[in-house]
């Protein structure tokens, strides 16, 4: 056998292995998401976003109150976490410089993006919750901004520092004064890469479901007070799917369909905004 | 020791016992330079790289205060007021100085905003006025005809030579008493670059232009006065003609006819 039909051969057996295993990644991602389309299409019916929970057996159950509470957790927590991170982040990029203090919560933020969610909701259950003595949408969203934090202060830095410094010396050099170069030149030039960061960390936090266990608890009825416990859709699909009640597990694959869309749809935004940003 | 020719016009800019120094570095990168920038004249820097001419043009509206612990020694007179000093309003000096840059840095927004910007950041407000002053910003920098149709456009959609006509526009168009060129066409084609020369020779009646280039042709072409530049001594400043001609220094001519660079 020659060197070239050995390398062919090698090639061909590297190349059929790797393709294998993508189309098995891809298998399940696909069975996945048939399965709860499947279900979740089938268990989708009005009801479901006009009625709140009910004992099982009852026709007019609803996930009103688990996408109302989703949405004031999830919601409060991008409100705070989102000025918060782009600020933290524009320290970073634009002040912090090589300054000790911004790399060192470089480091501490890469450190949190990677720590297992269900900690933080035992952090947040011991600082708010016990002390509060009941759980609360408050201490929900706390705990969901605290994870979304590092996911966007990082990005904004990562995106911040792509803009190239030439533009930043451009502007200082038609005499503009430091903050007007960062809102005008530098965010603009990073507008995309921004907005894909956010809408990521939204993604990312709106798939939690062991934080809020800790934090916002459950509720099986409407309920706006965020100082109260709070029902939430991933908490909710915990409960319902967990139960042996057949029309509790249908709301329980609705509330997976729901917000498996919702996460989709975010991400799919984000891959555009960059695609789109990279298209110039 | 270096050759500085007395200008016979009246000056600028005087770099007096000038030196500087980046951050962290214990030698500086501009030595001891003495050397006056001729009013209403083109001045070009040139020399090999690394010789400093870059670092010595961005001291002249104090870019490197941006990053910190850069150091400046001596004095640039400005105006009769050394712009060296701490208490030197950095804002109004680069809005008297301005810089065009290697690359062109068209700001992420409409080509008109793009000339508006250093307007509006002067308070300027009225509709008309500023319509006015950016056409007659463009037209002074040969691209309204191109752009006129298309104000609104995003002006990263433009070319290369496009975009650094609409920089010279919107540097132009605060109406400096100086501008500086860092190699302004090392990013551009040949017509492209013909077309950024003439136009710097057309705006030496209305400003002072100091150019950095590499391109000893375009320094030829171009200035009226030439300093040559090596390992961050300025070996020699006077008139083009004459030093791409008679060189007095012997660096100078070596320099210029190619033995090294």
């Not at chain 1, 960062?182 to 995309?192: C, D, E, L």
């Not at chain 1, 099986?220 to 007070?225: A, C, K, S, V, Y």
């Not at chain 1, 509330?255 to 298209?279: D, P, V």
């Not at chain 2, 670059?193 to 003439?198: L, R």
Request: net charge neutral; aromatic share 8%.
């Amino acid at each position: 056998m020659t060197h070239t039909t050995k390398r062919i051969i090698m090639n061909n057996i590297v190349m059929t292995l790797s393709t294998i295993s993508a189309v098995i990644g891809m298998g399940f991602l696909f069975w996945i998401l048939g399965i709860l389309v499947i279900n979740g299409v089938d268990a989708l019916t009005w009801t479901i976003f006009s009625q709140e929970g009910a004992p099982p057996g009852y026709e007019n159950s609803g996930l009103k109150h688990a996408l109302i509470g989703q949405l004031l957790i999830v919601g409060a927590a991008t409100v705070v976490g989102v000025p918060l991170g782009i600020l933290a982040g524009t320290y970073l990029s634009e002040y912090g410089q090589k300054a000790k203090l911004a790399e060192t919560i470089r480091d501490i933020s890469d450190i949190m993006m990677s720590a297992p969610s269900i900690v933080i909701g035992a952090f947040v259950y011991a600082v708010v919750v016990a002390p509060m003595g009941h759980f609360s949408g408050w201490a929900g969203s706390i705990a969901l901004t605290i994870i979304m934090l590092p996911i966007i202060l990082r990005t904004t830095d990562d995106m911040l520092n792509l803009v190239p410094s030439t533009l930043r010396e451009a502007a200082f050099a038609l005499g503009a004064p430091k903050y007007k170069v960062i809102i005008q030149v530098v965010y603009r030039g990073a507008k995309a890469g921004i907005l894909t960061g956010i809408l990521l960390g939204v993604a990312r936090v709106a798939g939690e479901t062991a934080p809020l266990l800790f934090t916002s608890f459950n509720d099986n009825f409407l309920n706006t007070d965020m100082n109260e416990p709070m029902a939430s859709l991933t908490v909710t699909m915990y409960n319902y799917a967990t139960s042996p009640y057949e029309d509790w597990q249908k709301l329980g694959w609705a509330a997976a369909f729901i917000l498996s869309m919702f996460i989709l749809t975010l991400n799919i935004l984000g891959k555009l905004f960059l695609l789109k940003k990279k298209g110039r | 020791m270096a050759t500085i020719i007395n200008i016979k016009e009246e000056s600028v800019l005087d770099v007096k016992d000038f030196q500087f120094t980046y951050a962290g570095n214990d030698a500086p990168s501009v030595n001891k330079t003495t050397m006056p920038i001729a009013k209403n004249s083109i001045t070009a820097l040139i020399g090999p790289s690394g010789c400093g001419k870059t670092t010595l043009l961005r001291c002249f509206n104090r870019m490197h205060d941006l990053y910190p612990d850069n150091r400046y020694d001596g004095e640039i007179l400005f105006k009769g007021r050394n712009i060296l000093q701490a208490k030197e309003d950095l804002i109004n000096l680069r809005i008297q100085i301005g810089m065009i840059f290697q690359k062109p840095t068209a700001f992420p927004m409409s080509i008109f905003d793009n000339i508006a910007y250093g307007m509006r950041l002067q308070g300027m407000k009225n509709k008309t006025e500023l319509q006015d002053r950016v056409e007659k910003a463009l037209k002074d920098a040969a691209i309204w005809k191109e752009v006129k149709d298309r104000l609104k456009a995003d002006a990263n959609g433009l070319s290369g030579g496009q975009q650094q006509r609409l920089c010279i526009a919107r540097a132009i168009a605060v109406e400096p008493e100086v501008l500086l060129f860092d190699e302004p066409t090392s990013a551009l084609d040949p017509i492209s670059t013909a077309g950024i020369e003439e136009l710097v020779v057309e705006l030496k009646d209305r400003v002072s232009i100091i150019i950095v280039t590499h391109n000893m042709q375009q320094a030829a072409r171009v200035s009226d006065y030439t300093g040559f530049m090596y390992l961050g001594d300025l070996i020699e400043l006077g008139k083009t003609e004459d030093m791409f001609v008679t060189p007095k220094e012997k660096l100078t001519e070596e320099y210029i006819t190619g033995k090294f660079g």
